[in-house]
């Protein structure tokens, strides 16, 4: 695994954990506070990286776990160099054809308050509907992993939806602080 992957695992696991009241062994503020040793994301460069898919979904799941999965908008300000990666990765995800990495970013976009009359929303919500299946999923509909099927279908729903934002705000305050100083720190 890339350290992309295990970083958003534990982000992830330590989200759910403590959502949940389950303790772990570390808290999700220590764990995101490894987000200026992921930095930079280097992107696709022509298909020469090979952890940009990592890198991207590590960034989608900064943006879940801080905006409590699609309850909160946040500020560009908060993570600029996420809110750049993400409009930068757009366009490549429609290029590599990944419907799935589409409804992410375009997710993403939409909680760092990019609206559906943004060009680049409607590019890419464009691009969804035109590879939707005929059945109305997304993914390969030969697939024989059901992952392969719901998946890109639960995100490529997500990029398309509208959205109940609940204000702009973060699911854990307590990193406020760390992201202030980050972002001022470029």
């Not at 009359?117 to 059945?135: P, S």
């Amino acid at each position: 695994m890339s350290r992309y992957v295990v970083w958003y695992d534990a982000l992830t696991r330590t989200y759910t954990g403590e959502c949940y009241g389950v303790a772990a062994s570390g808290r999700f503020a220590d764990v995101f506070g490894w987000l200026p040793a992921m930095r930079p994301y280097r992107g696709r460069e022509e298909g020469r990286n090979p952890d940009w898919y990592d890198e991207v979904y590590a960034v989608t799941h900064i943006v879940y776990t801080l905006n409590d999965y699609d309850r909160y908008q946040l500020s560009p300000r908060w993570l600029p160099a996420e809110f750049a990666f993400m409009k930068e990765s757009l366009r490549e995800a429609m290029a590599t054809d990944d419907a799935e990495m589409t409804g992410e970013i375009l997710d993403a976009l939409k909680a760092f308050k990019l609206g559906d009359e943004h060009a680049l929303i409607r590019e890419g919500m464009d691009y969804l509907l035109a590879c939707q299946n005929a059945d109305g999923s997304w993914g390969d509909p030969e697939a024989g992993w059901i992952y392969a099927r719901y998946h890109p279908t639960w995100t490529a729903i997500d990029g398309l939806r509208e959205h109940d934002w609940r204000g702009t705000r973060l699911r854990f305050p307590e990193v406020k602080t760390f992201l202030l100083q980050q972002a001022h720190a470029r």
